[in-house]
């Protein structure tokens, strides 16, 4: 057998990458941007809050400087398109887009608005779609392919609770745009696939518990087989994969991880 011209543990490294996290704040983004920064990428921080994309930037960059940040809308063309300029004159080009930025607030379908159900779309959805065109047109107007991670959810395979119902159909979006982008995109070298996380420990899901019945959280533990609650590190390291070189034979799939809870 020939071995391997790269060491596993080179294959992880993202030095001299540049990539752009949504969302990254807090919760999922901020550990997905830490493990990056670590692995040696320069990292952009966009959020909508201005105040902790500031901050998480400000985190990375006392460890090695890294980082930038920019306060960004999503749903927003004008906001996307801003925020990917950014990115291109800061570090000269982007290697990887995360698409992590999105919302899930509580609400039944027979208590829901256009509004409410426009408002879910217009972030996760139709933000995910403005984030992927226009890092991918960057990607193959620079050359060298690139990686693109959408932040799905295991609700786009199997509802978890009602009151979802806006945020479910969103991620099945996700997931079909991630098949679709990958097609599209293939032939430029640039793979993207999904991560599907279960219940993480994050400010938002903390929030959203604290409205839930104990007996309802209580349920989702005894089928999570691992038998804990994930952490955003735990969504990181399998982010950091798919935008390595270990995974460069991979796309348009999708990556559930959720301590077995689909399965429990």
Known sequence: M?????????????????AIVTGAGAGIGHGIARFFARAGANVVIADR???TAERTANELNAER??????????????DVRRMTQHAVERFGRIDILVNDAGIFPVKPIA????????RVQDVNLRGTFLCLREAALQMRKQGGGGRIINISSIDSLHPSMIGLAHYDASKGGVNMLTRS???????DGITVNAVLPGMIA???????????????????????????VGTPDDIAGCVLFLASAAASYITGQT?????????G
């Open 2 to 18: 020939t071995p391997s011209p790269v060491f596993p543990a080179e294959l992880f490294r993202l030095d001299g990458k540049t």
């Open 49 to 51: 809050d201005g105040a």
């Open 65 to 78: 400087p890294c980082s930038t940040w920019i306060e960004a809308d999503v749903s927003s063309e004008g």
């Open 111 to 118: 208590e829901m608005s256009l509004a409410d159900w426009e």
């Open 181 to 187: 982008a990958a097609l599209e995109f293939g032939h």
């Open 202 to 228: 994050t400010e938002g899901v903390a929030a959203m518990s604290a409205g839930t019945s104990a007996a309802a959280n209580e349920l989702f533990m005894k089928r999570t087989v691992l038998g804990r």
């Open 255 to 263: 990556f559930v991880v959720d301590g077995g809870f689909l399965i």
